[in-house]
C-alpha cells in the first residue's frame, strides 16, 4: 500500500504549519517565483484591486479542483465538470425565471449536479468501464442536454437577489471567496477527519488491499463522485450569478485547469496522495499565471499552449516522483 496513505490521512492532525509547508514547499516557491516575475514585469500585478481580482476569479476553478482532487485520490477522473457548471447555471436560471424561490433553484440545481455524479459514479463502480471513457461520454451527454433545454441560447437572469451571489462585496471582499472558504472548511474535515477520508487514501493507494480489509469500494467511489459533481454545481451557480445569465457554454475546458491544479498541487494521478491545501495553491498558480499573461497582454491562443504545457509538465513531475517512490 501506498507509504503516503498514513501521511495524507493524518494530514492537519500533528504541527500543521510545518506539515503545510514540508508537503507543498516546493509549489509554494513555484507561486512565489511567479508572483516575483510579474511583479517587475507588469504595472498592475502586486496592487490590491488585482490581488482581489485573482483571488475572485480562481473561485470556480477552486471548487471545481477540489472535487477533481477527491475523485484523483480514489484514482478515478472527472471530466464532465466543465458540462455540469454550463448545465447548472442553465438549470438554475431558467428554474428562477419560472417564479422559483431562489433556495429552492439552487438546491434544485444542486441535486441535478449531483444526478450527474451518481450516474457517473455507479457506471465507474459497478460496471468496471475506464473512468475517463464514462466521463468523457458524459461530458457530452450533459453538455447536449444544457443545448437542448436552451436551444443553444444564453437564458438571462432577472432577479436581481440571484445575481448578487456572485457580484456581491462583504467587508471589501468577494461572497464567492467566502463560499469557497466555507467549502474548504467542511471538505477538509471530510478529508482528514472522518473514515470516509482515510478510505479515500486506502482505496487510491491499493484498492485490492482495500478491499480485503473491508472496505466498501463502490459505495464510496459513487459518493465521491457526487461530492465533485455538487461542487461543480454549486461552482455553475456562481458563476451564472456573475454572469447575469445560465450559458449553455459555460465551463467548457475548465475541467483542465481542475487537474491542473489539483496535480500542480501534488495530488496525484495514480490515486492514494492528495491535499486540499495543495489543490489550493495549484489553483492560485493557475489563477495567477492567467492574470499575469492577461496583464502582459498575451494572446488567448498562446496562453492555451502554455497552459498545455504546464498541464504536462506538472503530470511529467507527477510520474517522476512515483517512479522514484516505487524504487
Sequence with gaps: ????????????????????????????????????????????FMTGKNLLTVLRQICINVL????????????????TVGSV????????????????????????????????????????????MPA???????QGVVRGIAYIITDGRSVASTNKVFTTIGN?????????IYIVVVVMLVISVILYRTRFGRRMYAIGGNA???????????????????????????AGIILASRMYSGQPTAGQGYESDAIAAAVLGGTSFTGGIGTISG???GALVIGVLSNGLNLLHISSYVQMVIKGIVIIMAVGIDLFKNRNNSK
Design 1 to 44: 500500500m501506498n507509504k503516503s496513505i498514513g501521511v495524507n490521512s493524518n494530514y492537519l492532525k500533528k504541527n500543521p504549519v510545518s506539515t503545510f509547508v514540508k508537503n507543498n514547499l516546493g509549489i509554494l516557491i513555484g507561486l512565489l517565483a511567479l508572483c516575483v516575475v510579474l511583479t517587475f514585469t507588469t504595472d498592475y
Design 64 to 79: 471545481l479542483a477540489f472535487g477533481m482532487t477527491f475523485v484523483l485520490i480514489v484514482g478515478g477522473i472527472d471530466l
Design 85 to 128: 457548471v454550463g448545465a447548472s447555471g442553465v438549470a438554475v436560471v431558467m428554474l428562477i425565471e419560472a417564479g422559483f424561490p431562489i433556495a429552492l433553484a439552487v438546491l434544485l440545481a444542486l441535486f441535478l449536479g449531483g444526478l450527474v455524479g451518481l450516474i457517473n459514479g455507479v457506471i465507474v463502480a459497478y460496471t468496471g
Design 132 to 138: 475517463f471513457i464514462v466521463t468523457l461520454s458524459m
Design 168 to 176: 456581491s462585496y462583504l467587508v471589501g471582499i468577494p461572497v464567492p
Design 208 to 234: 485490492t488491499a482495500a478491499k480485503f480489509t473491508g472496505i466498501k469500494l463502490n459505495g464510496l467511489v459513487v459518493r465521491v463522485y457526487i461530492i465533485s459533481a455538487l461542487l461543480s454545481a454549486l
Design 279 to 281: 489543490t489550493l495553491i
